[in-house]
């Protein structure tokens, strides 16, 4: 019995503690390196000088694919890295729902492609719109999680993962909403509806700094 107190208690010292660097560091190489192979798929055309400025016009919307992916994806990571600055330990089922989220941030060069190449068609919407998606719920269950299993330091306010956890969830779910906008309409009004996600959290916003400044 004496045996199986001290195995489980090892166990736990192995899967949990206080330590969260090394899981901070990965994620944060991950996501660098992801959103740096964005730019690195963008090519220089080979055409002869007189058909530059056409040939970079064409690629105007493998870059308007880039900008989405870096500014959606730099909002995740600011989440991501502001969900561990408040975090006084680690679980292993937290270092497990992080690689979740780091094996769909390392699909973000497939899918900004996807959109870049066939942002007009309704299967190209769907990956990509899928892939943001998935990232972001990811990025919600974490959040989620580290607040019902107490992950928070003492000194946080508990109103700050309350609020994160509305605000979160809003990014991937207006892009999983756009899934069947794509299917029913057209995949141009699923790219439209994804301006909902700036309306949304400016609406968020007010509302949070009403409410600090009433409490």
């Known amino acids: 019995m004496a045996g199986e107190n001290s195995s489980s208690k090892g166990f ?30 963008i090519r220089v055309p080979q055409v002869p000088a007189s058909e530059l400025g056409a040939a970079v016009a064409a690629q105007l919307p493998e870059f308007g694919a880039y900008v989405l992916s870096f500014v959606v994806t730099a909002a995740y990571w600011l989440s991501h890295h502001r969900l561990f600055r408040l975090l006084k330990g680690f679980t292993g089922r937290l270092q497990q729902l992080n690689l979740v989220l780091l094996m769909f941030v390392a699909l973000l060069g497939y899918a900004t492609d996807m959109l870049a190449f066939y942002g007009d068609q309704q299967l190209g919407v769907v990956i990509y719109a899928a892939a943001l998606g998935l990232i972001g719920t990811a990025n919600t269950g974490l959040w989620i999680y580290c607040s019902r299993v107490g992950l928070f330091r003492d000194d946080v306010d508990p109103r700050l993962p309350a609020f994160a ?3 979160a969830p809003v990014t991937p779910a207006v892009f999983l909403a756009s899934i069947p906008i794509a299917i029913l309409w057209s995949p141009q009004a699923a790219t439209w509806s994804w301006l909902g996600i700036i309306v949304i959290n400016a609406l968020l916003h007010g509302l949070g700094r009403k409410r600090t400044s009433s409490a």
Not at 21 to 32: K, L
């Open 165 to 167: 956890q509305v605000r």
């Open 12 to 41: 736990a010292r192995v899967n949990s503690g206080p330590d969260l660097d090394r899981t901070m560091f990965f994620s944060d190489a991950v996501f660098a390196i992801a959103m740096t192979l964005l730019a690195v798929d």
